[in-house]
DNA sequence: GAGTGGTCTAGACCACGAA
DNA sequence: TCGTGGTCTAGACCACTCA
């Protein structure tokens, strides 16, 4: 059974994103939504405050809730969001190659950053994105091979995410994410098609579960044209 | 006077920075801190709920609240965060310069990006961020000058959110933004120290009031070697 | 003054984890 | 079984906007 505030929350969303109302409009008040979807104020608020954290709605003391404009398909870097899922978003034709898929101890710097024992299985995967025949973004993980023991080139062909999700029933909670430029490596010029590009866009995360185990580190690096990051963000004061 | 759920928030992410409360402990229970603070427990859910949201704890059920381990001082340019505020976590000198303070007429690009009537005053602000001597950030802002009449050389180069909510009032609710990587155009060649850089790392941000307001855009370049941005997010179902 | 959202309360029942 | 967090309720009072 759907919570309550996640019903009103997904089909207020709805009706945003379809244009059922518009932006610029108020929404129905607390008071009419908590008669209409026949439960209590403080639910409807609940609803009301994802929307208004996910960028749909701003909330007005002594007026109302007033939608907001929808930005047309942002690829949300932001957040936590994988590859098939952003890739969905994108008009242009993408591809996905695994380059190499194996099981290593851990040492070294992968032991540390994915804070595990010395000889924990890991497993390490390349992945070449192509976008419309170019190879332009490299991703390699790391992920601890004890909660994801079957990982075949299929799955991180497909989605590792959702293998995760919904064959392993593991829940991804957060993420913690850097972005910086550095300059390209040799094995990066060798295997993406950088043109005269000498630098690259590096993301890394680490991932953590539900229990928060650290669980996946990934290092993407883009090529710098085909990368873009939007964010929308509130104020906490 | 403060309120409650804030005061209860404020107290315990205090004592998660000065690790009176360590990384991997757990919180009191929500009953605990309920009586502790002499209030009912949905007040004390939404203080948790905020130390959830920035990274301080995470909620186990049937547990408890664990407490995360702290980043030491990432660069929130997630968020919203002034420039003032970021250099301020910054061990290196920073120094702003004004180069440039003028008003102008909407029309063209700016007038679209601010969504005002042709001929409206806005402010055109450009400054140069240097770090150890060397001018390595470039920013050009765009204000309405209706919102904010006052603004001098002596307010740019210290702080305008600050002038804007401590002075006048004003109060910023939420951005959008969007980085990129660009060439470096000529008169940026001409301005910052680029060395042998060519290209930078380009943060565009549309800053709203809490009415909705756009209120600011601003373009922010930097060079590729001193941008990091850094991100806690948590998954959204 | 009427209607809006913002905060707070005191209770209820449920799902989950650990012993 | 007991303590934890997750959801939900029905009410209260306040601060704000607008007519």
Redesign the interface.
């Known amino acids: 059974m759907e919570k309550k505030f996640q019903a009103i929350y997904d089909l207020l969303a709805k009706e945003i994103q379809t244009e059922k109302i518009k932006a610029g409009q108020l929404l129905p008040s607390e008071n009419e939504l908590t008669e209409r979807f026949a439960t209590s104020r403080?639910t409807v608020r609940k609803a009301l405050q994802l929307l208004s954290q996910?960028?749909y709605i701003?909330k007005?003391q002594g007026k109302g809730s007033?939608v907001?404009e929808q930005?047309k398909l942002?690829l949300p870097v932001?957040?936590?969001t994988s590859f098939k899922e952003l890739s969905r978003s994108m008009s242009q034709k993408v591809e996905t190659c695994v380059t190499s898929l194996s099981c290593k101890k851990a040492r070294g710097f992968i032991q540390q950053v994915l804070q595990c024992e010395e000889g924990t299985p890991i497993w390490e995967l390349h992945r070449l994105r192509k976008l419309d025949g170019e190879s332009v973004i490299y991703d390699k993980d790391f992920l601890l091979k004890e909660l994801a023991p079957g990982i075949t080139e299929e799955i991180a062909a497909d989605s590792i995410y959702d293998y995760l999700e919904q064959e392993l029933g593991l829940?991804?909670?957060?993420?913690?994410?850097?972005?910086?430029?550095e300059e390209a490596q040799a094995e990066d010029k060798a295997i993406m098609d950088l043109g005269s590009y000498q630098?690259l866009?590096v993301v890394r995360s680490a991932v953590?579960l539900?229990?928060?185990t650290l669980f996946q580190y990934t290092e993407s690096k883009h090529r710098?044209?085909k990368?873009?990051?939007?964010?929308?963000?509130?104020?906490?004061k």
Chains 1, 2 share one sequence.
């Open positions: 403080e996910n960028g701003q007005l007033v907001l930005d942002p932001s957040g936590l829940s991804i909670s957060y993420a913690k994410k850097e972005v910086v430029v630098q866009v953590y539900e229990d928060t710098p044209d990368f873009r990051f939007v964010d929308f963000a509130r104020r906490t």
